[in-house]
T-cell receptor, first 114, second 114 residues
């Protein structure tokens, strides 16, 4: 099976812009979770989608949003970018909800905000 | 107190030795525990998971769980230089309303010296 794929792999934006990141889960996986990874904070949970519904949400401002499509592919959007949003954004998929299933990560999208 | 704590390291061990990586968690409702390995510049990859108290072995890796002490560890036998990476502990923690979410530790950097 193909693994989790994320596009784009690298992105450079300026403050105030918005960005959309995409994630395709492993075939058959219905849960997609998003994480932000920075050197100082480690892996921080953003949100989880299952069957097109947001099931769980981390402590991030409303500028961070996401959605999931009927084929389980997911997108996350960050509006009004800030310098502090520079990070590696990771998507992980699992067969069921994250509560009971192992998660498998994609290669990530490295976002740089100038 | 952080929800999932790991010593940041670096933990240095000679080639062929046993590396012992530790993780403590704060929520007694946590039910499943995962170890990920992350090479520099790459995304986390799942090594193994454990749900029940005791030991679980997979090749050179052994996960140990003690729910009473809220402690999970990973032993790597016959450590190789290729094991040099950051090891992330993830705990499935109740998120309210019957949901669970992954909480990651900040990781322990392991260096295996040839």
């Amino acid at each position: 099976k193909a693994g989790v794929t994320q596009t784009p792999r690298y992105l450079i934006k300026t403050r105030g812009q918005q960005v959309t990141l995409s994630c395709s889960p492993i075939s058959g996986h219905r849960s997609v979770s998003w994480y932000q990874q920075t050197p100082g904070q480690g892996l921080q949970f953003l949100f989880e989608y299952f069957s097109e519904t947001q099931r769980n949400k981390g402590n991030f401002p409303g500028r961070f949003s996401g959605r999931q499509f009927s084929n389980s592919r997911s997108e996350m959007n960050v509006s009004t970018l800030e310098l502090g949003d520079s990070a590696l954004y990771l998507c992980a998929s699992s067969t069921g909800l994250a509560g009971g299933s192992a998660q498998f990560f994609g290669p990530g999208t490295r976002l740089t905000v100038l | 107190q952080k929800e999932v704590e790991q010593n940041s390291g670096p933990l240095s061990v000679p080639e062929g030795a046993i590396a012992s990586l530790n993780c403590t968690y704060s929520d007694r409702g946590s039910q499943s525990f995962f170890w990920y390995r992350q090479y520099s510049g790459k995304s986390p990859e799942l090594i193994m998971f454990i749900y029940s108290n005791g030991d679980k072995e997979d090749g050179r890796f052994t996960a140990q769980l003690n729910k009473a002490s809220q402690y999970v560890s990973l032993l790597i036998r016959d450590s190789q230089p290729s094991d040099s990476a950051t090891y992330l502990c993830a705990v499935n923690t109740p998120g309210g309303s019957g949901t669970y979410k992954y909480i990651f530790g900040t990781g322990t950097r392991l260096k295996v010296l040839a």
